[in-house]
């Protein structure tokens, strides 16, 4: 079935920094991810929506310079969180669109990120 | 605006029992809708989706029903498990399906030996 791998599965930085997560479709080909992010008790958020060689589409309020999205390639998404704040600490999710199954949508493992 | 709620946070039932997990929505351009099942620190894990041509689909224990007019859908586990313990979100999409999907807030299901 397909799969997404989702890394790292969690990480702590320093405020100021930069984080990278990646999210890889490993069997399928992904022209679409999505990158959620969800807060503790809270629903999935979705953040923005990457195809590949394009431009991301941000959600509203989300910041494109703060949330960098790269979609380099059709197995490949990275979400970089730079300048990282406490208040970025959260649980970041990305889901790939494919058509193997029929729900249509694969969710990677997740990543938890605290900033400190 | 949550377009997509869940208004119970929490459900807990026993063991054998039905488990019935609600959903409202208020976008009419949602069409398609799905459940996923997520533990802590993962990803969510699909379940079961349906489409709005459908008012019921079914697979093993889960029976998910759609009311249209009432912009309601609900997921019915029978029958019920203590490995069923999860926090059940409900998701639609926009008419097309390879679209965002809008997540509920969630319902923390607790089942009971």
């Known amino acids: 079935g397909a799969v997404v791998s989702q890394h790292p599965s969690w990480v702590i930085c320093k405020s100021g920094t930069s984080v990278k997560i990646e999210c890889r479709s490993l069997?399928?080909?992904?022209?679409?991810m999505f990158w959620y992010r969800q807060f503790p008790k809270q629903s999935l958020m979705l953040m923005a929506t990457?195809?590949?060689?394009?431009?991301?589409?941000?959600e509203q309020g989300v910041e494109k310079d703060k949330f960098l999205i790269n979609h380099a390639s059709l197995t490949l998404s990275t979400l970089t969180v730079t300048s990282a704040h406490p208040e970025d600490s959260s649980f970041y999710i990305c889901?790939?669109?494919?058509?193997?199954?029929?729900?249509?949508?694969?969710f990677g493992s997740g990543t938890r990120l605290t900033v400190v | 605006d949550q377009q997509v709620k869940q208004n119970s946070p929490s459900l807990s039932v026993q063991e054998g029992r039905i488990s019935i997990l609600n959903c409202d929505y208020t976008?009419?351009?949602?069409?398609?809708f799905l459940w996923y099942k997520k533990y802590p620190a993962e990803g969510p894990t699909f379940l079961i989706s349906?489409?709005?041509?459908?008012d019921k689909n079914e697979d093993g224990r889960f029976t998910v029903f759609l009311n249209k007019s009432a912009k309601h859908l609900s997921l019915h586990i029978v029958p019920s498990q203590p490995g069923d313990s999860a926090v059940y979100f409900c998701?639609?999409?926009?008419?097309?399906?390879?679209?965002?999907?809008?997540f509920g807030t969630g319902t923390q299901l607790k089942v009971e030996l």
């Open positions: 349906i489409s709005s041509i459908k």
């Open positions: 976008n009419s351009m949602f069409d398609y």
């Open positions: 069997d399928f080909q992904a022209t679409t």
């Open positions: 990457s195809n590949e060689g394009s431009k991301a589409t941000y």
């Open positions: 889901s790939a669109r494919n058509r193997i199954q029929g729900n249509g949508y694969t």
């Open positions: 998701a639609a999409s926009p008419r097309g399906g390879g679209n965002k999907l809008t």
